[in-house]
């Protein structure tokens, strides 16, 4: 195999840079030969597969794993990326991503993408983050472990701590403190990615534990329904859109950080759009 498997998250891109390698081995390498090896009528089926025009069943994933000469672990790794790739469902999109990230392969080619993932599916990590801006801050796992809400273990905390500095969010300064490496992390406007799903999803599960572990004096929870059109609506992101970044300018002014929060701000349908209703 000319290049890892593991190193890609987009099977048709692997696809293609496959190709390109061994035609560049000079040994007559085609579309042909490939489908000749798979065991393919359709002699441009490579092709359209790596265009887009066409997609991989799971017995055909096995079929192309065979004739590219994977051995078990990059077989199992690339039928589980076309499934990521092809899902068709966000619940089945992440359920075969977990299966990616649990192979061995994946998470040594991958340590820094393994530990986004853990910063975006863990809910104590960006809390950790901002956390070392208190002026009383201690970096001791036993410390932190009793101050988050709910309380974590002290394993965790030290873990979430190295996590954060792999991942470069905090830094050591001169004398040796943690600090953060820049004031915000912001994944911009509704990002799509496996990772943001997961940290939006931690969050409003901790969204919900608030109103059973947090006094109400010290939390804000509320909610509207309204009935709008699709214009009123682009008004409403972007009206969102310019709140948040206003309470990031706000946040960054901050001087004297007692507390870590965690603002959750959501808009989503409840019912179908007009014209778009199911038969």
Not at 27 to 42: E, K, N, P, V, Y
Not at 164 to 192: K, S, W
Request: proline share 4%.
């Amino acid at each position: 195999m000319p290049i890892d498997v593991l190193d890609y998250l987009d099977y048709r891109a692997l696809l293609r840079d496959y190709y390109q390698a061994k035609k560049d081995e000079g040994r007559g390498f085609s579309f042909r030969a490939f489908s000749q090896r798979a065991g393919l009528r359709s002699p441009n089926h490579l092709k359209r597969v790596i265009d887009g025009e066409r997609n991989l069943t799971p017995a055909m994933a096995v079929r192309y794993a065979r004739a590219m000469s994977l051995d078990a672990e990059a077989t199992t790794y690339f039928c589980d990326l076309v499934t990521f790739n092809q899902a068709a469902s966000n619940t089945e999109r992440d359920l075969a991503y977990q299966r990616l990230t649990g192979l061995r392969g994946y998470r040594r080619a991958h340590k820094l993408d393994a530990a986004q993932a853990d910063y975006h599916s863990t809910w104590y990590l960006p809390a950790i983050r901002e956390m070392v801006l208190r002026s009383d801050f201690r970096e001791e796992p036993g410390w932190i472990a009793r101050r988050m809400l709910p309380p974590i273990g002290t394993s965790q905390a030290a873990k979430a701590i190295q996590t954060l500095l792999d991942l470069g969010l905090l830094i050591r300064a001169a004398d040796g403190r943690l600090e953060q490496a820049d004031p915000a992390v912001t994944t911009g406007p509704e990002a799509r990615g496996v990772h943001i799903r997961s940290y939006h999803r931690a969050m409003m599960e901790r969204a919900a534990e608030s109103m059973s572990l947090i006094p109400a004096d010290d939390r804000d929870i509320s909610s509207l329904t309204f009935c709008v059109g699709a214009e009123g609506l682009r008004r409403l992101k972007l009206r969102i859109q310019r709140f948040r970044k206003e309470l990031m300018a706000m946040a960054t002014l901050e001087k004297d950080g007692e507390q870590v929060v965690q603002l959750n701000v959501q808009l989503f349908p409840l019912t179908t759009r007009r014209g778009k209703e199911p038969a």
